[in-house]
């Protein structure tokens, strides 16, 4: 069984389109995350959600919209994208109660925009 | 703020070379730390981890201990293969945060 899924693994798309990629985890933890990974590897935080709230949103443009409709899913939709939101979307989950603080990730998605 | 600065790569060794990545941090509290490999094309996965100073992790030959004392979470490894080609990232957690804080990775590329 997988963990921590992503649908899709790829993504190709044109400018200005609205996209969503979704999450979902079967290891019943109670926060969720979304990252971005540049070419260069480098992984920034955009949003985390525990028990279905939104505890972390950082600087991250107003087009991409996180949703959690339980605390199994955490789906991400970017309206109106651009080239420099091509890059690798990973999801993540991890139980941030108690000492086990394991995160663990997705196989992330590839976004590319032409 | 915490912080995790771990050494620039790319990192070039022979197969059967000592491999060491330096990681150093700086946190308020007792935070947990780890090391996630990421092979090509995959998503990152838990190498080791310690929760508490003097702690050893310990997988596939891979080492690190948690100093307190210098802030530090060095990989180690004696003998890399050329399967353990990969990016690897140091990481910490302080509990009440939510929020991991990942070093910027390192490549490592192990030639036969």
């Known amino acids: 069984d997988t963990a921590v899924s992503q649908t899709p693994k790829y993504l190709v798309t044109q400018m200005g389109n609205d996209k969503s990629i979704k999450c979902e985890q079967n290891l019943g933890h109670d926060t969720m995350y979304w990252y971005k990974q540049d070419s260069k590897k480098f992984l920034k935080i955009m949003f985390s959600y525990n028990n279905k709230e939104l505890i972390i949103n950082e600087t991250v443009p107003n087009r991409f919209s996180p949703k959690s409709p339980d605390k199994a899913h955490l789906n991400l939709h970017i309206n109106s994208l651009e080239l420099g939101d091509s890059a690798v979307y990973f999801c993540a989950s991890s139980q941030v109660s108690g000492r086990n603080n394991e995160q663990f990730f997705g196989p992330g998605t590839r976004l590319t925009v032409l | 703020g915490n912080s995790v600065t771990q050494m620039e790569g790319p990192v070039t060794l022979s197969e059967e070379a000592f491999l060491t990545i330096n990681c150093t941090y700086t946190a308020t509290g007792y935070p947990s730390l780890f090391w996630y490999v990421q092979y090509p094309g995959e998503g990152l996965q838990l190498l080791l981890k310690a929760t508490k100073a003097d702690d050893k992790g310990s997988n596939k030959g891979f080492e690190a201990t948690y100093r307190k004392e210098t802030t530090s979470f060095h990989l180690e490894k004696g003998s890399v293969q050329v399967s353990d080609s990969a990016v690897y990232f140091c990481?910490?957690?302080?509990?009440?945060?939510?929020?991991?804080?990942f070093g910027t990775g390192t490549r490592l590329k192990v030639l036969a």
């Open positions: 990481a910490l957690f302080t509990s009440g945060t939510y929020k991991y804080i």
